[in-house]
């Protein structure tokens, strides 16, 4: 397979600005993720008091030691729980994230419970949604290690109350459908929240920590007069003893995550799958220049061979109709020795282009190949030619072939994603399986200064019409707040912070994202799923 040059100069001032600009967005990303971090970590005094682990911690004896672990959603909730973004304590109130038990992925939620008390914020519902989808799309293992104080009423939403009962319904259907749910209680796991470890197939729960009941005991003496202890009404013993809630019962924190570990361990889960050894050569070029090489002015061209070459294993592309509609680059190559199809941008996306990106989907669904879609462009492309070349047809197609395609579709947004190009380049309202985001990119209808540009003009239209002298001053004010308006709402952050992808990555950090996240999806499909007529139910 030819191998791709790179014309990148790191000596130029177009990279240095770059690496610049793209530097200081990555350290923003790690610095709102370690607000997080350390509000979790603030509690640790009244954590080793109760002689437990910090929800951190737990992640840790969970996971293998030394293996990768993929979070995701760390944005969740950016710029929506404080008037100031950067002071906004992101996570939804959840960690969340992909990692190997015992040798098995498993899709992990942690309630952490080190900030607000593990209270559900306003988006962790939507981030505790999208784990189990991943979870059921990809059959990965659920696994929940519980502790939480339930719904944040300072924030209560009544939206957040409904669609806070598909969790329960997904629950019911992950076990439906073959893949395990186990639940670690190691604390309080109260009224809508004691349906998480009731609708899980198997429960560990903490002595004299884990409480699970639908009404504690000031509740219960209201509603009822009954006078009961929270033991009585939902401890860890009675519900080993009594009532059957809880399968194994632990001495601590670390005591129930051996179990968890044991327990996946005796699944079996990797039953189906061949030996996983794969050699291949890595990116002749370094990922560290990627920095210098991604975007911070979508109107800059960028040849997204340079991002291909810094990719894929030795750096080898075969690029499929380089000629017809060029702006448009499609190609096979392989990233840590799994082939797939690349579709990526160089420009907006025209009829030819268009025409190809379709004939290549259609081609990697036949080969069984999942497709790569790196997003850099500024949408279809307008104009009396393009409409009358049939972009809309021609559009049409390429949007036909990705919606139906049969094999795993992965997204990055490496630059501009504006327009419909949004929608053809496997956009998040699409489903792709992952979608990730560079810190530098850019989501829109279209960008700020065009749709400035378009109001402006339909204003000035609008005052003539009603014979009105041209008031440039209210149009440059308009013009002022649309630019804010777009700029606010289409930057990375914002994007995350709305879980409209699945996290904001380094772009150092994405080839071992994607070889991460195409060998969850290489694993489900070989996957042989059992499932039952109805979600697993204790005597």
């Known amino acids: ?55 951190s911690e737990r992640l840790g004896r969970l996971l293998d030691a030394g293996a990768p672990f993929l979070e995701l ?41 080190g900030i607000d008390a593990g209270a559900v914020q306003p988006m962790g519902v939507e981030k505790f949604l999208r784990a189990q989808a991943i979870a059921l799309a990809q059959k990965l293992p659920f696994i929940h290690l519980v502790e939480s104080a339930g719904a944040n009423l300072l924030t209560y939403r009544v939206e957040t109350f409904v669609n806070g009962g598909s969790i329960f319904y997904w629950l019911a259907r992950l076990s439906a459908a073959g893949i395990p749910v186990i639940s670690v209680v190691h604390g309080s796991s109260t009224a809508g929240g004691a349906y998480m470890p009731g609708l899980s197939d198997y429960v ?56 968890a570990r044991e327990l996946l361990a005796a699944l079996d889960w990797n039953r189906d799958l061949p030996p996983g050894d794969r050699s291949y050569a890595p990116p002749r070029f370094d990922a560290q220049e990627l920095l210098g090489i991604a975007p911070t002015d979508h109107r800059k061209p960028l040849d997204m061979r340079e991002v291909i070459a810094r990719l894929v294993d030795g750096s080898e592309f075969l690029e499929f109709k380089p000629d017809y509609g060029p702006a448009t680059v499609t190609g096979h190559a392989a990233i840590c020795g799994m082939r797939l199809g690349i579709i990526t941008n160089n420009g907006p996306l025209d009829p030819a282009g268009a025409t190809k990106a379709a004939h290549f989907i259609q081609a990697c669904c036949q080969a069984d190949l999942p497709l790569l879609y790196l997003q850099n462009t500024t949408g279809f492309i307008v104009g009396k030619a393009s409409e009358q070349g049939g972009m809309i047809k021609h559009g049409s197609k390429m949007i036909q072939a990705m919606s139906n395609a ?13 327009g419909a190009g949004n929608y053809g380049m496997s956009g998040r309202g699409f489903f792709p399986d992952f979608c990730f985001s560079w810190p530098n990119a850019k989501t ?71 070889a991460f996240v195409l060998g969850v999806c290489d694993e489900a499909r070989r996957r042989a799923l059992r499932p039952v007529q109805f979600a697993v139910a204790r005597p």
């Open 406 to 418: 049969t094999v795993p579709r992965i997204t990055v947004h490496c630059g501009a994603s504006f």
């Open 444 to 514: 829109a209808v279209m960008g700020a200064e065009q749709a400035a540009d378009t109001m402006a003009t339909v204003m000035a239209a609008g005052m003539g019409r009603r014979g009105q002298a041209v008031d440039q001053a209210a149009i440059d004010a308009m013009r002022a707040q649309v630019v804010d308006t777009f700029e606010r709402q289409s930057d990375a952050f914002t994007l995350s912070g709305r879980l409209l992808d699945d996290g904001v990555i380094d772009p150092r950090d994405t080839r071992k994202v994607m």
């Open 1 to 55: 397979m030819p191998a791709l040059e790179s014309r990148i100069a790191p000596d130029s001032d177009a990279y240095r600005q770059n690496h610049g600009a793209v530097s200081a967005l990555v350290d923003r990303l790690r610095a709102l993720e370690a607000r997080t971090q350390s509000k979790s970590e603030a509690s640790r005094e009244r954590f080793e008091r109760r002689e437990q682990l910090l929800p």
């Open 73 to 113: 959603s760390t944005l969740a909730g950016f710029g929506l729980d404080h008037p100031d973004p950067e002071r906004s304590v992101p996570g939804g109130g959840f960690i969340a994230g992909i990692g190997w038990v015992r040798g098995v992925r498993a899709m992990i939620v942690v309630d952490d419970a």
């Open 204 to 259: 560990v729960m903490v002595r004299d920590r884990a409480r699970a009941f639908l009404a504690g005991p000031p509740l219960l003496k209201a509603a009822t007069g009954e006078v009961a202890t929270e033991e009585e009404l939902g401890g860890a013993q009675m519900h080993a003893t009594q009532s059957g809630q809880a399968e194994y019962l632990a001495e601590d924190d670390a005591d129930a995550l051996r179990i």
